[in-house]
Nanobody
Framework: VQLQASGGGLVQAGGSLRLSCSASGLTFSTYAMGWFRQAPGKEREFVAR????????YYADSVKGRFTISRDNAKSTVYLQMNNLKPEDTAVYYC?????????????????WGQGTQVTVSS
């Protein structure tokens, strides 16, 4: 199984980025997908999750209203649209796959992880 995250970069506060995560080696349409992030010196934290069918979404309070998670099962890809970025959004962003039906924001519940993509927001 491989999850390949991309789309990170350097952006000014208030700007936007769109992250992508392409999956292979698993039946993508049967997995819920999540995005997590980890800033230097901090623990990995939950950002967003989308169900296998795109029927439900869940966001961390810190990104609600600014970030949107979506997926294209035909392309085995999950996206994270990030708008109105803030310096505190600076982190390495990881995508992850979870076979469980019940919603989870715990990193330990996700079976597969991508390598991460760096997002840096300057003030």
């Amino acid at each position: 199984v491989q999850l390949q995250a991309s789309g990170g970069g350097l952006v000014q506060a208030g700007g936007s980025l769109r992250l992508s995560c392409s999956a292979s080696g698993l039946t993508f349409s049967t997995y819920a997908m999540g995005w997590f992030r980890q800033a230097p010196g901090k623990e990995r934290e939950f950002v967003a999750r989308i169900s296998w069918s795109s029927g439900s979404w869940y966001y961390a309070d810190s990104v609600k209203g600014r970030f949107t998670i979506s997926r294209d099962n035909a392309k085995s890809t999950v996206y994270l649209q990030m708008n109105n970025l803030k310096p505190e959004d600076t982190a390495v962003y990881y995508c992850a796959a979870d076979a469980a039906i019940l919603r989870s924001i715990n990193a330990g519940d996700y079976e597969y992880w991508g390598q991460g993509t760096q997002v840096t927001v300057s003030s």
